[in-house]
């Protein structure tokens, strides 16, 4: 399930999205402004942001400068009631990926969500594709030159995202949050188990790699496209 950041100080607007996207399969993590927002991305793995303009304590310019000056490169779609050709310019230069002006169509905005995760790479179908391999995520199958594996749900949500974000390093505590949720009392070592698990259920296949980085994490490694 990906997982997006609502960043809206209108607490109703706020509920709005968050239910519209919760309704459409996604994940949502709400924050009251930018200064919230930067410290549930210490927390949490974020596949995408909605973040408004006006906000207090930190607006949605300036929260996306400072996510873009570290590196962050995940799609941000900006929503403001401001309509003026120089406040989209603000916008898109500040780092932005989309720009959606009040009043929202709901639908629309399950529509850039979409489109925005598509152009990052993450499949609106949910499917992921390397080579002969085929992920399949609402049946949580991988299947390798015909032949359907069906995984347990832990070890295919760890595959998937992995696969999802080729040679991107994730540290085992962010795979951790993501797929066992952040106050789990499972130890780390869960998840040396079922990378074990995945290496040794897939050691024939020649499509990708799982590739263990010492002293940070791990990463997926597509071999064909």
């Known amino acids: ?7 809206e100080d209108n607490a109703d607007m706020r509920e709005l999205f968050c239910t519209v996207l919760s309704d459409s399969g996604y994940h949502t993590i709400p924050a009251a402004d930018g200064v919230k927002a930067l410290e549930l991305m210490e927390k949490e793995y974020i596949d995408l942001i909605v973040a408004d303009v006006m906000m207090p304590n930190m607006d949605g310019y300036e929260l996306t400068k400072a ?8 799609p941000i779609l900006m929503v403001t009631a401001k309509d003026q050709f120089d406040d989209i310019q603000n916008g898109f230069r500040a780092g ?10 709901v639908r629309e905005l399950v529509l850039r969500v979409e489109a925005l995760l598509r152009r990052a790479k993450i499949s609106s179908e949910k ?9 399949n995520y609402d049946a949580l199958t991988v299947t390798v030159h ?16 992995l696969l999802s974000y080729p040679n991107k390093i994730f540290t085992r505590q962010q795979l951790m949050d993501e ?11 869960t998840v040396n188990t079922h990378i074990n698990r995945l290496r040794d259920c897939f050691r024939d296949c020649t499509d990708f790699e799982i590739v263990t980085v010492r002293g940070l994490g791990y990463k997926a490694v597509k071999k064909v496209e």
């Not at 399930?1 to 960043?7: A, E, K, T």
């Not at 932005?96 to 169509?105: E, G, L």
């Open 96 to 105: 932005a990926d989309d720009y959606m002006i009040k009043p929202i169509n």
């Open 179 to 189: 797929i066992w949720g952040m106050f789990s009392e499972t130890d780390e070592r």
């Open 127 to 135: 499917k992921i594709v390397a080579g002969s391999t085929v992920l």
């Open 1 to 7: 399930m990906f997982n997006i950041l609502v960043v």
């Open 67 to 74: 996510l873009r000056g570290a590196n962050y490169d995940l």
């Open 146 to 161: 015909g032949k359907e594996t069906i995984l347990p749900q832990k070890e295919f949500y760890l595959l998937y995202k």
